[in-house]
Nanobody, 116 residues
Framework: QVQLVESGGGLVQPGGSLRLSCAASGSIFSIATMGWYRQPPGKQRELVASITSAGNINYADSVKGRFTISRDNAKNTAYLQMNSLKPDDTAVYYC??????????WGKGTLVTVSS
């Protein structure tokens, strides 16, 4: 089993920034894709950004140029730097770790609220 713990969410004004962290522990397999997903109120969960163990990155169109995903493999931690936040970014943000046949894991989520 792998445990994922997100942190860094909170209330921020439009135009502000937040940095989310996702720390993984347990049965860590070195080959894994880390991803950030979000679920806005009343909507389905959607992919925000992902980064493979090789460093290949993918972003949702809605966050390109504003969000940056990164990872520190030595710390088994992934990050999501969120800049120029908009009210539409309000959501519960979830961390995901996909280790292929060795399992797919989710964190419990952290709430990001963008409001003045």
């Amino acid at each position: 089993q792998v445990q994922l713990v997100e942190s860094g969410g909170g209330l921020v004004q439009p135009g502000g920034s937040l940095r989310l962290s996702c720390a993984a522990s347990g049965s860590i397999f070195s080959i894994a894709t880390m991803g950030w997903y979000r679920q806005p109120p009343g909507k389905q969960r959607e992919l925000v950004a992902s980064i493979t163990s090789a460093g290949n990155i993918n972003y949702a169109d809605s966050v390109k140029g504003r969000f940056t995903i990164s990872r520190d493999n030595a710390k088994n931690t992934a990050y999501l730097q969120m800049n120029s936040l908009k009210p539409d970014d309000t959501a519960v943000y979830y961390c995901n770790r996909d280790q292929g046949y060795k399992g797919n894991y989710w964190g419990k989520g952290t709430l990001v609220t963008v409001s003045s």
